[in-house]
């Protein structure tokens, strides 16, 4: 698939769009919107054989709607710490320096883990298209590969920037989907596209993306020490705050609704948001002890 034809044109609509509105606007046949357009599939259509389960069977008033008042309060919050808090993160640059310096076996390992990665990349494009890049996961492993190939370069505070972040990121994706996700996509999903799902899900893909990732990202942040500081927190709280942004106006916006849970309609969006931010909170703590 094409990585244009996310954003069809056909199924673009404002993100204030009413469910009447919508229900209005749905095609005649079985009277849902096929939201599997977006990966070239009709999920709803029966005997379908795609793994994933509809974005159209979340509760709609997730789905459709104006925002809550609490997702403009907690975007606003964020953006306002990011901004305010930006001049301590400078202060902070210097410490980037009291890295060790990787050595040249240190070099060449992240080397080899740079080339891997990009040819996991490249392969993931060649086969599936650009649309998996627009996942919190896709990106994870781009920034991943990134801080290897620094390393690699002896670019090192370009690779100290993305240390927190990297292992960050790595660890919410891989506990996220083996823990929350993975079991209950598996057990949500018809007797028939249970086999789908599984082979999917181990794929080289997604077992580089949601497994490996984690491993590698662990190896690369203790291969050689260097204590945390708040800008490491801030520049990934600056990525996810970016992420988010571009999930609620593009994505969301759009009816490809990859992560429920960040829906900006329900009251309870502003837990789900602080939540995710307490937990990079504690990841920092944890991995800066």
Not at 33 to 43: A, H, R, T, V
Not at 183 to 212: G, Q, W, Y
Request: glycine share 6%; charged share 15%; proline share 5%.
């Amino acid at each position: 698939m094409k990585s244009e034809d996310i954003l069809n044109q056909d199924t673009l609509r404002p993100r204030n769009t009413s469910a009447e509105v919508l229900r209005k606007e749905e095609p005649k046949g079985d009277g849902k919107p096929q939201s599997g357009n977006f990966f070239g599939l009709e999920w709803d259509k029966p005997g379908s054989s795609s793994p994933w389960p509809t974005f159209d069977q979340f509760p709609e008033h997730l789905r459709v709607g104006p925002w809550s008042y609490s997702a403009y309060i907690f975007l606003v919050a964020f953006v306002g710490f990011v901004a305010v808090s930006a001049s301590w993160a400078y202060d902070d640059l210097s410490k980037l320096s009291d890295a060790a310096p990787a050595s040249f076996r240190i070099r060449m390992l992240h080397g080899a883990g740079a080339i891997y990665m990009t040819a996991i990349i490249a392969y993931t494009l060649r086969t599936t298209g650009l649309w998996p890049f627009v996942s919190y996961t896709a990106i994870s492993y781009g920034l991943l590969t990134l801080r290897f190939t620094f390393i690699s370069l002896g670019l090192l505070t370009a690779a100290e920037i993305l240390r927190f972040p990297v292992v960050a990121m790595a660890t919410v994706t891989s506990t996220v989907w083996w823990l929350v996700l993975f079991p209950i996509i598996l057990a949500d999903a018809a007797a028939e596209n249970r086999r789908a799902f599984l082979r999917m899900n181990f794929s080289v893909f997604l077992l580089n993306m949601h497994l490996l990732n984690l491993p590698m990202a662990l190896a690369s942040q203790w291969s050689y020490s260097r204590a945390l500081c708040f800008l490491d927190f801030w520049v990934a709280a600056v990525v996810a705050m970016l992420y988010l942004f571009f999930y609620l106006l593009v994505m969301d916006a759009n009816g490809l609704h990859l992560y429920i849970i960040l829906s900006p309609r329900p009251w309870w969006c502003i837990v789900s948001y602080g939540g995710i931010l307490l937990l990079y909170a504690q990841l920092h703590r944890f991995f800066g002890s």
